[in-house]
């Protein structure tokens, strides 16, 4: 039985490593796929390069027509956007307080 113990300890070694890295990989993959083959027009998205643009038209499935700027569209391989955020993306938490109720840093009471 001794000459066993490694074995096992190697082989859930390799087990533990699987559901810890190879795993989430597999579906952060996934879901990001499953995000570039829903996408259409007026998504927002973010290519990997970081630049931030509209989708315009879906010309085909490798390729998008996004504007980076108004009257400036850019054609690109759907391969290299990194992130697609719907229309209707929900504002975050902290950018939700409005400006008027922060108090200016240089306020002299």
Same mark, same amino acid.
Not at 38 to 57: C, E
Not at 95 to 101: D, F, G, I, N, S
């Given at each position: 039985?001794?000459?066993?113990?490694?074995?096992?300890?190697?082989?859930?070694?390799?087990?533990?490593?699987?559901?810890?890295?190879?795993?989430?990989?597999?579906?952060?993959m996934?879901?990001?796929?499953?995000?570039?083959?829903?996408?259409?027009?007026?998504?927002?998205?973010?290519?990997?390069?970081? $630049?931030?643009?509209?989708?315009?038209? /879906?010309? &085909?499935?490798? *390729?998008? #027509?996004? +504007?980076? %700027?108004?009257?400036?569209?850019?054609?690109? $391989?759907?391969s290299?956007?990194?992130? /697609?955020? &719907?229309?209707? *993306?929900? #504002?975050? +938490?902290? %950018?939700?307080?409005?400006?008027?109720?922060?108090?200016?840093?240089?306020?002299?009471?």
């Amino acid at each position: 039985m001794s000459q066993l113990e490694p074995f096992f300890f190697i082989i859930l070694m390799f087990a533990v490593f699987y559901f810890i890295v190879f795993r989430p990989q597999q579906k952060r993959m996934k879901e990001h796929k499953a995000r570039l083959a829903a996408m259409r027009r007026g998504d927002t998205v973010v290519t990997a390069g970081g $630049v931030i643009g509209k989708v315009v038209k /879906v010309e &085909s499935g490798e *390729e998008v #027509v996004i +504007e980076i %700027a108004p009257n400036t569209q850019v054609r690109i $391989v759907t391969s290299t956007i990194a992130d /697609v955020r &719907s229309k209707g *993306e929900p #504002v975050k +938490e902290a %950018a939700k307080e409005p400006l008027a109720t922060k108090k200016p840093a240089n306020d002299a009471e």
